[in-house]
Each structure stands twice: as C-alpha cells, then as structure tokens.
C-alpha cells in the first residue's frame, strides 16, 4: 500500500511539472505571437487578421535576421542613416537586426595575439563594433593561410570629410599588421545611377578621391585602386563574375535587401553585383592569378552591410568562399550623432581641405555640446560627453587612451569646460588635417597612375 501511494505521488508530481512546463511554453508562444502582430501592424500600417495574407507590396527592407522585430527609432542602408536618439544609433540593435556579431574583448584580444601589435584605436574604442567570420580569418591566418582587403568609396564630390578617413585608416593599419594586398573600389558608376551627375564628373571625382585615399598612406606595391568605369570594361573575369552574381540573385531578393521599388531605374537594380564582386579574388587575375579561394575581408561602416549580405548569401552557390566582414559605427555630424555627416553641407564636417581656421570656427560654432548652459551649472553638474561630438571626435582621433579617459573624467565631472573640450579637439583636428593636405600635394598624377594600374602585387599567401 505504501509503495503504491509513493508511485501515485510521483505520478501527480510528473502530471504537475508537465503542466507547468507546458503553462511555461504557452506564455512564450503567446507573446511571441503578439510581438509578430505588432511587427506586422510596423510593417503594412494593418492590423493583423488571421488567414489573411499581407498585401503583395509588402516588403520587410531589412531582410537581416529580424529577430528584433522592427525598430523605430534607427534608419540605416546604405543611402541614409537617421536616428532619433542624441546618443546615436543602437548598434547592438543594430547587430540583431543584421544578424552580424558583435567585436567582443576577446577578439580584440586575439587580434592583438596573431599580429603581436597593440589594437587600432578604433578596436580598442569599440569604433569597429561588428563582425561576420572574423575568427575564421584569424583561424586560417595562424596555419599560415593569408587573405585580402577590400574596401571602397563612392566618388559623389571632390570634397571628402574626416567621417570618410575612418575606413581607410584602419584598412591601412590592417595592411600593415597583417601585410597583405588590399583592393579598392571606387563606384563611379554607382555615383552616376543615384545621383544627378555626369559620368565625366564620376569619374573625375574617383580620381580626386584616390588622392585622398593614397595620402592615407598605403603601400603602392601591396594595394590596387580602381574605378568601376576604367577597370569593369577592362577585366573579362571581373565582368563574369558580376554576371555569375546577377544570374543568383532574384529581383525579388534585392528588393527585400534594398527597397527598390518599380520606378528604380535597372542600374541600380544590378548595380549591387558590381559591388560584390571584388569580395571574390578571381575578380583580379593580374594579383591573384586565376585562384579564386583566397579568402576576402572587408573593413566598411555598417551601411554597407546589405550589399554583402547579399554577397555572402551568392558565394557559395557560385562555388567561392563568402567574404568576412569589419563593421564601423558612423562618424556623427558636427550638429550630432542623430545623422552622419553629408559632403553637401558644409558645416556639417570638417572637410580635408579645411584651413585651420575653418576648424577652429567650425567646432566652436556648430559642435554640438553636452556642456551645461552656464559655467555655474556645468561646474557644478558636469556635462555629458555621451552626447558631446568633441569628445565623440576624440574617441576618432585622439591615441592615448589615458589622456582621453582623464578628459572624459573632467568633463563629466565639470572641471573642463566645453570651452577647454573644443580646443583640445581643435588642436588635435588641425595638424591632423594640416598632414594630410601635405602627403596629399605629394600624390602626382604619376603616383594616381600607378596605384590605378592593374598589376601584380608584391604579397605571399
Ligand atoms: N558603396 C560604397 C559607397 O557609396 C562604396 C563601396 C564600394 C564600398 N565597395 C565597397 C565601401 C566596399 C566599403 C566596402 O561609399
């Protein structure tokens, strides 16, 4: 009898964590259920109905992992970026959106232990927040197995701003770090099908930015740059590698990943093709002779991230190894970090081509402060550096770590006034901007030339 009521509690006890992990499963499901409704309602401007499909126009434009649903407050493709947040975009948001990963200590770390070079600043600082098979490069690396850089710019004026250097001063510290050949892709083209330009313009433009990008400092003899319209009409395996992409990519996709809609024009429709087709090495016999396995890696701000999750999602049904990818964040406007900086407004940026006075002027008028409204208040609460763009500025350009926590302190606390914050800003912008005008009247045409060529590069893999 004993034994049997101990067999009957037993039961019930089973009986009754069945039911609770059920209740449990329920409630998940439940509001899951809910958060797909609200989605949907962010989506179509409709309420749910069961059985009803949504509306064929309906399409979700960022076709990432949407795991987190729909986010009001960031914009981000590679045409705008908005947010309505002061601090910025949410980039760990972001990175659920997108589906990337995030650059944790520990990559950093490995970084640093595979090159036996302190971190870049801009890993240190979080700048460069996001990845894709970051780790598999770093894997493949130490058995000796090299890789490439790619990265790239849209020649939309002459005039570049400090925001544009952060990719190519850091692809310039990975050249180094890991001495490797680096490809540079100037869309022209692209240019020529979003904006109202002539080709003449785009081109020229491409050329006025290798200047730009040359005076970054990279090695002539491990780095290609080429503008779309020069090389594409040039390369029979650049053009059948853009053709293989546009054959394993449905409109329908890039719709998704793009929002293109009817009245695009076909250009742009095909255009992210021409763009991924430098993640794939046989793009470039004259560097990496007919071999198509060598592994790509590219440096970008996360705006570009679609055109490469789309070329990631091709790679291995055209037989090529997907491209890893280095996100940063953006360089927020002078106005702040709501929007990043635009080539069209002048006071928007700080220009390359900016005197030192222009610096000077711009930063103290339109440098958006976290500073408080007297000197009374803001030493007696402290300003806030999280929305101040000088000490946003630093973070960029400002190597030492102590120094730059010691601002941060003092600033927060009140002891530095926005004011003193400005001038250090200025005083590490103007030299900055005063070397690179220097290396750039170095840059001839014969040098533009020479980078623009296609050639062998000098690099073992
Ligand atoms: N579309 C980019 C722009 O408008 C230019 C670009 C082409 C690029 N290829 C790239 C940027 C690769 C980063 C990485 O600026």
């Known amino acids: 009898e004993f034994i049997r009521s101990v067999l009957k509690l037993h039961y019930w006890v089973f009986f009754l964590t069945t039911l609770l992990i059920f209740q449990a499963e329920i409630d998940v499901a439940v509001q899951l259920l809910l958060k797909l409704k609200t989605d949907y309602k962010h989506l179509t401007g409709q309420d749910y109905k069961a059985g009803c499909p949504p509306p064929e126009n309906v399409v979700n434009q960022d076709n990432g992992a949407a795991t987190d649903g729909i986010d009001e407050e960031d914009n981000v493709d590679p045409w705008n970026v908005s947010t309505s947040n002061a601090k910025g975009v949410d980039y760990d948001k972001l990175i659920v959106r997108f589906g990337s990963s995030k650059i944790e200590t520990e990559l950093v770390d490995r970084i640093e232990k595979v090159t036996g070079q302190k971190p870049h600043r801009f890993l240190r600082r979080g700048i460069f927040f996001s990845h894709r098979d970051m780790h598999q490069v770093l894997d493949a690396y130490e058995k000796n197995k090299s890789f490439y850089l790619y990265t790239g710019r849209g020649p939309s004026s002459e005039a570049m701003h400090v925001g544009h250097l952060i990719p190519f001063i850091f692809t310039k510290w990975l050249q180094d770090v890991f001495d490797i050949p680096l490809v540079i892709q100037l869309t022209d083209d692209e240019k020529y099908l979003w904006k109202d330009l002539a080709i003449e313009e785009c081109h020229r433009f491409a050329v006025e930015n290798a200047k730009d990008i040359i005076a970054c400092g990279f090695d002539v003899n491990k780095t290609f740059i080429f503008s779309d319209f020069d090389y594409m009409g040039s390369s029979p395996e650049f053009y059948r590698n853009v053709v293989k992409i546009q054959k394993h990519v449905t409109y329908n996709q890039v719709k998704g990943i793009f929002g293109f809609t009817d009245s695009d024009c076909i250009g742009k429709i095909s255009f992210p093709a021409i763009q991924a087709a430098p993640s794939f090495s046989n793009s470039f016999p004259q560097?990496?002779?007919?071999?198509?396995?060598?592994?790509?890696?590219?440096?970008?701000?996360?705006?570009?991230?679609?055109?490469?999750?789309?070329?990631?999602?091709?790679?291995?049904?055209?037989?090529?190894?997907?491209?890893?990818?280095?996100?940063?964040?953006?360089?927020?406007?002078?106005?702040?970090?709501?929007?990043?900086?635009s080539a069209s407004d002048a006071n928007s940026s700080i220009f390359l081509t900016d005197t030192p006075k222009q610096i000077k002027n711009k930063i103290n008028k339109h440098a958006f402060s976290g500073g408080k409204d007297t000197i009374e208040e803001h030493r007696k609460f402290g300003g806030n550096p999280d929305v101040d763009v000088s000490f946003m500025y630093l973070t960029f350009f400002l190597d030492d770590d102590e120094q730059l926590e010691k601002i941060k302190q003092d600033y927060s606390s009140g002891a530095l006034l926005t004011g003193e914050l400005k001038k250090i800003l200025i005083e590490t912008l103007q030299p900055m901007i005063a070397q690179h005008q220097e290396r750039r009247k170095q840059v001839t045409e014969e040098t533009v030339k020479q980078f623009m060529t296609p050639r062998p590069l000098n690099f073992k893999l």
């Open 287 to 341: 560097i990496f002779g007919g071999r198509k396995d060598v592994q790509c890696l590219i440096p970008c701000a996360i705006d570009q991230d679609p055109y490469f999750r789309m070329t990631r999602d091709v790679a291995p049904r055209i037989g090529y190894p997907k491209p890893a990818l280095l996100h940063s964040s953006f360089f927020p406007a002078l106005q702040g970090a709501q929007t990043k900086m």
